[in-house]
């Protein structure tokens, strides 16, 4: 299992990144994918999670209306659409799907700042 993602970097406050993950080594279109973010000094915490199919979603509250998580399960990749940005959004945001335990990628980092 690999999950890589990719599409962070420095943004203003008000900008907008869409973050990618790639998946590799399992059945990519049979399992529940989610987005997590770590911010310094802070306990990793889920922002979003996506179904199978992608027919539903879930997001954190804190990005609700802002975030929107999808997902191609041609190219084994989730998304996560970022927009209205600030600076409580810096953080290092990791994918992770269950499969045979939890996996998680290596994370990428988005900074918010002016």
């Known amino acids: 299992v690999q999950l890589v993602e990719s599409g962070g970097g420095l943004v203003q406050p008000g900008g907008s990144l869409r973050l990618s993950c790639a998946a590799s080594?399992?059945?990519?279109?049979?399992?529940?994918m989610s987005w997590y973010r770590q911010a310094p000094g802070k306990e990793r915490e889920l922002v979003a999670s996506?179904?199978?199919?992608?027919?539903?979603?879930k997001y954190a509250d804190s990005v609700k209306g802002r975030f929107t998580i999808s997902r191609d399960n041609a190219k084994n990749t989730v998304y996560l659409q970022m927009n209205s940005l600030n600076a409580e959004d810096t953080a290092v945001y990791y994918c992770?799907?269950?499969?045979?335990?939890?996996?998680w990628g290596q994370g990428t980092q988005v900074t918010v700042a002016s």
């Open positions: 996506i179904t199978s199919t992608g027919d539903t979603t």
């Open positions: 080594g399992f059945t990519f279109s049979s399992y529940f």
């Open positions: 992770t799907t269950f499969v045979d335990g939890r996996r």
